[in-house]
């Protein structure tokens, strides 16, 4: 099949995007659980969060049981082996952490594993010592926390916070102290997202279905607002732009920078060009 399309192209029967969008849609369903290796089983209710390091060693996950909230796995394979079953490294025990206040989010810190942060139903974004596993820094909100995200950039150490507040907060670690504020989501903010090619260029996704996309050095409004219809959606003043038929769970670059992935309720994962902020209609339906 791809070397029909392809030769259909070669031939200009069929436009540039089909083959890209099939290739890619056809390596999305492809993909498998790895058969290699395997966790201990270290939370009893939901996981919420997780994230892996730079280099791949550790993840974190973050649950709303109080058998232990956050958990660090270690992903070092040891040498020669088939099959490995992942160990607990780390726990956060009950009395850091409630059931009731669970862990929205929990994120390693871009260049060293040695800290972390978490955002939570307790109204708080939390800085935490790995080694220690106690929280050196905390900002405060009114509302609970649902996501946030840390900037891998040089030039700043900002971590953008979203929440039921309906606006992105920009928290900066250098100074412990909260820098501005992005308005323009009508709901909670769900879903949070920094470029890896532009530093100042951050994504967030709320319950409102839209996605906005901003430059942090200005907090005017947004960039862009993406339309999973590329236009072609209803007409008309009271019409709004919206990137899903849900709420916009979930939000992530690609390594290179040049695409965004995004998530919602809407059971869709749509991949948009980060450039011209079309959707590329490469579709996943879950």
Partial sequence: MMLQLLDARQQGLDPPWLLPK???????EQLQLSKEKEFVRSHQKAINSLD????????????NDIYGPIVIH???TPPGSTHFECPVVARVF???L???NAVSVVQ???HDTGIFTTSSADQTLKIWDTNELKVVERFSFSKPLYTHSMAAAESHCLVAVGGSECKVVLCDLQSGSSTHILRGHRKPVMSLAWSPLNQNLLASGSQDNRIFLWDVRRATGPLA????????GASGSAAVVTAHSGYVNGLCFTSDGLFLCSFGTDHRVHVWDAFTCRNTLVCCNT
């Fill in 22 to 28: 099939v290739y890619s849609s056809q390596r999305l």
């Fill in 74 to 76: 270690s992903l070092t």
């Fill in 98 to 100: 409630s059931e009731s």
């Fill in 108 to 110: 390693w810190y871009p």
């Fill in 94 to 96: 009950p009395g850091s």
């Fill in 52 to 63: 892996i390091d730079e280099d791949g060693q550790y993840i974190i996950s973050a649950g």
């Fill in 225 to 232: 607002c993406l339309d999973q219809h590329n236009g072609g």
